[in-house]
């Protein structure tokens, strides 16, 4: 079974562009969570989604958004893109009627900001 | 407010001898209790969770204690091998929603 995938990888970007980050995950999961990990403050939580519908949503700018679509895959988007925005993003899926307690993480897509 | 936090950064080990890590959180009304594992390039990796109604729970050469008197989790690794090298996160599941909240990790160090 595959696991969570993210793509890409590893990125480099100026500041003030946009970025899209994608994950696929586990198949069967329906919800997805996003984190933003940097050395300074850690893991922090993003937002979650579930069925296409953002459920839980971090304490972070209105620049970080992202979207679920119908087959469980998700985006996030960062815009205006500052040299704080700089960290490991990553994406984690759990299967239906799962709590937190039982995410699997995806190896994360690390971005740069110059 | 939510937080959790580890008490060291940093842990060495000889190789063979057994590792506790320590965390301490602050909210109470989180549902179960989580430790990842995470090796240099990777994603968290599930380790064990604990459910907020229990004190210990053992897995494969690892245990969590939870003493909720003085909000302390810990994991403790038996005899540990040069592959439990890699920085160890807790993380409390708030009752009820669907996030975790991660301390800042432990990186633990095996000498041969």
């Known amino acids: 079974k595959a696991g969570v995938t993210q793509t890409p990888r590893y990125l480099i970007k100026t500041r003030g562009q946009q970025v899209t980050l994608s994950c696929s995950p586990i198949s069967g999961h329906r919800s997805v969570s996003w984190y933003q990990q940097t050395p300074g403050q850690g893991l922090q939580f993003l937002f979650e989604?579930?069925?296409?519908?953002?459920?839980n949503k971090g304490n972070f700018p209105g620049r970080f958004s992202g979207r679920q679509f119908s087959n469980s895959r998700s985006e996030m988007n960062v815009s205006t893109l500052e040299l704080g925005d700089s960290a490991l993003y990553l994406c984690a899926s759990s299967p239906q009627g799962a709590g937190a307690n039982v995410l699997t993480f995806g190896a994360g897509s690390r971005l740069t900001v110059l | 407010g939510e937080s959790v936090g580890l008490h060291l950064p940093t842990l060495s080990v000889q190789e063979g001898d057994n590792s506790i890590i320590n965390c301490a959180y602050s909210n109470s009304a989180s549902d179960y209790f989580i430790w990842y594992k995470q090796e240099s390039g990777k994603g968290p990796q599930f380790i064990i969770d604990?459910?907020?109604?229990?004190d210990k729970r053992q897995g494969q050469r690892v245990t969590v204690l939870l003493n909720k008197t003085v909000k302390h989790l810990s994991l403790q690794i038996a005899a540990t091998q040069p592959g439990d090298s890699a920085v160890y996160f807790c993380a409390e599941n708030l009752q009820g929603a669907q996030k975790l909240v991660f301390g800042q990790g432990t990186r633990l160090t095996i000498n041969p």
């Open positions: 989604y579930f069925s296409e519908t953002q459920r």
């Open positions: 604990i459910r907020s109604n229990m």
